[in-house]
Nanobody
Framework: QAQLAESGGGLVQAGGSLRLSCAAS?????????MGWYRQAPGKERELVAA???????NYADSVKGRFTISRDYAKNTLYLQMNSLKPEDTAVYYC????????????????WGQGTQVTVSS
């Protein structure tokens, strides 16, 4: 079974930086290259923060453009999110998501999510 595990969250003051990591393990062949970061603040819906598309390009939410950078290390099976100039409104649980290879490999799921990591930005 493929799994995703986030790390790197914490408490930071406004203007500070954090780097989140998402490590893939297990049956990683089930996780495609289409991966991204989402976040969910209390009382709000989960939203896309940044993602790699199937073509390898990147998408960012307007609210994080110029401040956040998504990257990956294929050798380590790890996805990263560098977050700079953090704002209190960035406070949320951040989740890593990978699109599953369900259409190609029957044992795989259609998507995989990590358990989330809390990011709290104080003003």
């Amino acid at each position: 079974q493929a799994q995703l595990a986030e790390s790197g969250g914490g408490l930071v003051q406004a203007g500070g930086s954090l780097r989140l990591s998402c490590a893939a393990s297990g049956d990683t062949v089930c996780i495609s290259a289409t991966m991204g970061w989402y976040r969910q603040a209390p009382g709000k819906e989960r939203e896309l923060v940044a993602a790699f598309t199937l073509a390898g390009s990147t998408n960012y939410a307007d609210s994080v453009k110029g401040r956040f950078t998504i990257s990956r290390d294929y050798a380590k099976n790890t996805l990263y999110l560098q977050m700079n100039s953090l704002k209190p409104e960035d406070t949320a649980v951040y989740y890593c998501k990978g699109v599953g290879e369900r259409l190609l490999i029957r044992r795989c799921r259609s998507e995989y999510w990590g358990q989330g990591t809390q990011v709290t930005v104080s003003s």
